[in-house]
């Protein structure tokens, strides 16, 4: 039986612009099966969208909430949805 694929849209703020953040969640997406993209929002929030397992996204999210931008982080705001199955790979957003 194949998982079902999930999508997840987490807005951080805090301090999240300008520190690398966005580079470092496409590095750290490399080490999950994920789709999705990663991009600033006009008011200072950073916009991370992704596709893939319930489980996976989950290991996603705790890989960056332990990484070197927890510190950066001041609220997540996740909204979890059925995945619509567009995205592929994982990239950085204008």
């Known amino acids: 039986m194949k998982d079902i694929k ?8 805090g301090r999240v612009q300008g520190v690398g953040f966005r580079v470092t969640v496409r590095q ?3 080490g999950y099966d994920v789709t999705g993209s990663v991009r600033n929002l006009p008011d200072g929030r950073v916009e991370l969208i992704a596709e893939g397992t319930h489980s ?5 999210l705790k890989g960056i909430a ?4 927890s510190g950066f982080i ?3 705001q996740e909204t ?3 995945a619509r199955g567009i995205l592929r790979g994982f990239v ?3």
Do not use: G
């Open 74 to 76: 001041a609220r997540k």
């Open 92 to 94: 950085i957003a204008h």
């Open 6 to 13: 999930e999508r997840v849209t987490a807005l951080y703020s």
């Open 80 to 82: 979890w949805e059925s």
């Open 66 to 69: 332990e990484s070197e931008l």
């Open 56 to 60: 996976e996204l989950e290991a996603f």
């Open 28 to 30: 750290l997406a490399c």
